[in-house]
């Protein structure tokens, strides 16, 4: 719910897999194909659903089999991201609502930024391909400056200061726990979807809640600045 003394904020910066893109199709392909090639079993849509989040190490070290040893472990994981830079992602598409989102966001003045912990040179990727030129600043895991994954707000007090803001004035929105977390620990707003791979009732469970929580990117809306 929003109202008349609900905050405004210049600055709104995204997670990517469940917030503003729906990967996990895509995740789900590639994964396998990755798995085949390695001689190990397939996994299904929901296993790797909760194995995502965390990035793709975490994705391919639980993906393979338990007892799994580092060195194949770690080689399946360097194949899953030679892989992606080939892998045409096309199964990967924004959620309904989100690209005109962004564009009215920028139409009202507002800052956009992406921090994922999904590896860099995905974040990249797949957001010049589904998202070009949507936001300001994007960054990823183990790019240029090697941020600490979230919930460490290392990356997401640098993406506020590279966009040129502060944390009073800028929103955090994510569909996980971790991403309320981060947002808390950066000192930003923080905005929960429940659009995305977690249910609404993790955030409680988890022992983090959103300021606000929305089912509609349109709702985030409120927080800007009037149009």
């Keep these: 719910m929003t109202d008349a ?3 405004r904020f210049d600055t709104f910066v995204f997670d990517l897999d469940g917030t503003l893109l729906d990967t996990l199709p895509d995740l789900v392909v590639l994964t396998n194909a990755v798995l085949r090639e390695c001689g190990f079993p397939e996994r299904t849509s929901a296993e790797v659903l909760s194995y995502v ?3 793709v190490k975490a994705l391919m ?3 393979v089999p338990e007892g799994t040893p580092q060195d ?3 080689a399946c994981l360097a194949r899953w991201k030679e892989n992606y830079g080939t892998y045409p992602n096309d199964l990967t598409k924004p959620y309904p609502g989100i690209p005109a989102l962004l564009a009215e966001l920028r139409r009202r003045g507002c800052k956009l930024g992406v921090l994922s912990n999904k590896f860099d040179g995905g974040v990249q990727f797949i957001m010049n391909k589904c998202l070009p030129d949507a936001v300001d600043v994007q960054h990823g895991e183990g790019g240029p400056q ?3 994954r979230k919930p460490d707000p290392t990356g997401l007090l640098t993406t506020i200061e590279e966009l040129g803001s502060a944390p009073a004035r800028t929103v955090y929105i994510g569909d996980s726990p971790g991403d309320i977390h981060v947002a808390r620990n950066a000192g930003c707003y923080a905005v929960g979807v429940d659009w995305g791979y977690h249910d609404p009732a993790d955030f409680a469970a ?3 809640e959103p300021d606000l929580l929305v089912s509609d990117p349109e709702q985030i809306l409120a927080l800007a600045p009037e149009a």
């Design 206 to 208: 988890e022992g983090w």
């Design 72 to 74: 194949v472990a770690d």
């Design 61 to 63: 070290y639980q993906a």
């Design 53 to 55: 989040g965390n990035g």
């Design 5 to 7: 003394t609900t905050p």
């Design 146 to 148: 090697n941020f600490p």
